[in-house]
């Protein structure tokens, strides 16, 4: 891998031209050789190129320029020996019987009309081959970023459509290695209209494809473009409707762009609601999505959820990854679908951190990793990875500086809470809460004194559903009664969950550990730090190893606090039996244990 960074270096479309301009030239003439341990010549070995010009002074018409360069070079070579242009490429391939073209893995790929197994290749038709290999570039643009140039036309320079054409040919692809396969354009004043071209580019690359240009066409797979505010629902939609229209004559799913990232853009349920409609209509167009920092709230959460769902449903398409952290609008509900998603593993990693999600959220996340653990197949994805940290679902009594408002939970003031039963125990409740709006979990809250020695009581003497009991409660039950239904494989499933800066007590990390020692059926991670919680408990924690000794101490603690509940409970339902009355409803009654809300340091 080369990399070059020229960031922050106040380079104009001039300097920054040039430099792509030579770059090319010399990777063009580019003719190392190595030598094996005979002496012999060999190929040089692939060569992967990362360029970033990150934070300059290039405007609309440079970043055009910029485009176009990349464009421009081909590399299919043509029947005299040189490099064209994209369609002179495209001729060739229509000409030919059987070409050979590099793909965005940098590998070389032979596409035939006919089955290879019904067809023979004479000595001169391998030589001529061979000479075409040896004349293919042994490099890659593997990414460009431009990110922190103001070229979008919602800055101080106005739309420019010179860009917005440039971006359009640069998508519909071609036969160019030196068009990148991950582009950055964050923070570049970027608006719908790009995101239109884009979209065009991406549907006139299907369309020629489909015409007779077979080979997998070059262009950008990873966009990145956070942080452009102005894309907002509309440059959602456009973008959303290259991918659900974007499809192989052959019915096969087919993955349009391997990544998507519109983070901090503006967008909100309808935007989230368009790209779920793509991700259902045409399974496996997308494998990362990242949607962070919008303006999401739980129906676009819930769509997305159920997309996800049908895709796998409809062709088995497993989504790699969805991020939808702080969206402070997305609570239970919206964590409820994206749950069901993972139980049927459409989904390998959902991160939601800094939402809205409580104990009614967290714990559907444990009964997504019961189904998981239950799956009758061994097919499919066997690592999943949560992230809700952030997320304030924890009882711990929380220490903040007197005045920092910015970070005070909105939910201290609308949860409506209910009084303690007999020793502590009372029903679980429902509520529907803002949650914490932190920006992220970062350790900046800490180090920048945003938590200090003053305490401030934000729950009082009340109690509240805790979501990282809640949690394990559902996995710790499901290990109780439902062992029978549980696949015996050797710990083949690995999960990896977030819980930073939860607010978590002791009682929840006690009863995480017990479901860290007590899942029979997978390895179990959990990444408890920034929850005042001792450095080795959370080291123990993220092991995943079973046998240790701490681990083991606060899994039992746990178990033990369970055991002395259920005696209490058992007591009082015989008291109340002995004088023909009782302290319970019926409902109440038929809880378990692991349905309760208790103050845990009353039964220390």
């Not at 270096?9 to 003719?31: F, H």
């Not at 109780?480 to 990390?509: F, T, V, W």
């Not at 997978?522 to 959370?538: A, G, P, Q």
């Amino acid at each position: 891998l080369l990399s070059i960074d020229v960031s922050s270096n106040d380079l104009d479309d001039g300097a920054a031209v040039s430099l792509m301009e030579e770059l090319m030239s010399l990777l063009k003439s580019r003719d190392d050789v190595a030598h094996d341990s005979e002496g012999g010549t060999i190929a040089p070995l692939p060569l992967s190129i990362k360029l970033a010009l990150v934070m300059n002074n290039l405007s609309p018409s440079g970043a055009s320029r910029l485009f176009e360069v990349m464009k421009n070079v081909t590399a299919i070579p043509t029947e005299d020996g040189n490099a064209g242009d994209g369609e002179a490429a495209i001729e060739m391939e229509n000409e030919s019987d059987s070409v050979m073209v590099l793909d965005n893995s940098s590998k070389i790929n032979e596409i035939t009309d006919e089955d290879t197994t019904n067809k023979t290749t004479s000595a001169d038709q391998t030589s001529a081959y061979g000479s075409q290999i040896a004349k293919v570039p042994e490099f890659l643009i593997e990414e460009v970023d431009l990110s922190f140039n103001d070229i979008g036309g919602h800055g101080i320079h106005p739309p420019n459509v010179q860009l917005l054409n440039s971006a359009r040919k640069l998508f519909e692809g071609g036969g160019a290695a030196f068009i990148p396969r991950t582009l950055s354009l964050e923070n570049c004043g970027l608006g719908p209209a790009f995101c239109r071209q884009i979209g065009r580019g991406i549907l006139n690359a299907f369309e020629r494809k489909h015409i007779g240009a077979r080979s997998l066409r070059y262009r950008p797979s990873v966009l990145r473009m956070g942080g452009n505010d102005a894309i907002g629902d509309a440059g959602a939609v456009a973008l959303a409707a290259a991918l659900r229209l974007a499809m192989d004559n052959d019915g096969d799913d087919t993955c349009v762009l391997e990544e998507l990232d519109i983070s901090s853009c503006g967008v909100g349920d309808v935007g989230a609601e368009a790209l779920a409609l793509a991700l259902s209509s045409n399974p496996g167009c997308l494998k990362r999505l990242n949607l962070s920092n919008n303006k999401i709230t739980n129906a676009g959460s819930k769509a997305l959820g159920r997309a996800l769902v049908d895709a796998s449903h409809s062709s088995g398409a497993i989504f790699e990854e969805v991020i939808l952290d702080n969206n402070v609008r997305i609570g239970d509900d919206g964590a409820a679908a994206l749950a069901d998603a993972m139980s049927v593993g459409a989904v390998k990693s959902i991160s939601m951190r800094s939402c809205a999600v409580q104990a009614p959220g967290v714990a559907e996340f444990g009964k997504a990793l019961v189904s998981l653990a239950c799956r009758k197949s061994s097919d499919g994805p066997n690592n999943f990875h949560i992230d809700l940290s952030g997320n304030h679902f924890g009882t711990r009594k929380v220490k903040k500086k007197k005045g920092a408002a910015l970070i005070r939970d909105k939910a201290s003031s609308n949860i409506k809470f209910i009084g303690k039963t007999l020793k502590g125990a009372a029903r679980r409740f429902g509520s529907e809460t803002m949650g914490i709006t932190a920006e992220s979990d970062d350790d900046e809250e800490v180090m920048g004194g945003l938590v200090d020695e003053e305490e401030e009581e934000i729950f009082g003497d009340k109690l509240q559903s805790c979501g990282g009991l809640a949690f394990a409660g559902e996995i710790l039950r499901s290990e109780e009664h439902s062992s029978s239904q549980m696949i015996n494989r050797p710990h083949s499933l690995k999960i990896s969950i977030g819980m930073r800066q939860c607010y978590l007590d002791d009682g929840a990390i006690d009863a995480l550990s017990a479901v860290v020692v007590g899942a029979k059926s997978c390895d179990i991670s959990v990444d408890v730090s920034m929850n005042s919680v001792e450095e080795n408990v959370v080291d123990v924690l993220k092991s995943t190893k079973k046998d240790s000794k701490l681990l083991m101490s606060m899994a039992r603690r746990h178990m033990d606090f369970l055991d002395r509940i259920a005696d209490a409970r058992q007591r009082q339902l015989d008291a109340a039996e002995a004088v023909g009355g009782t302290f319970f409803d019926d409902d109440e009654a038929n809880e378990d244990v692991y349905d309760e809300v208790f103050d845990y340091d009353e039964f220390d």
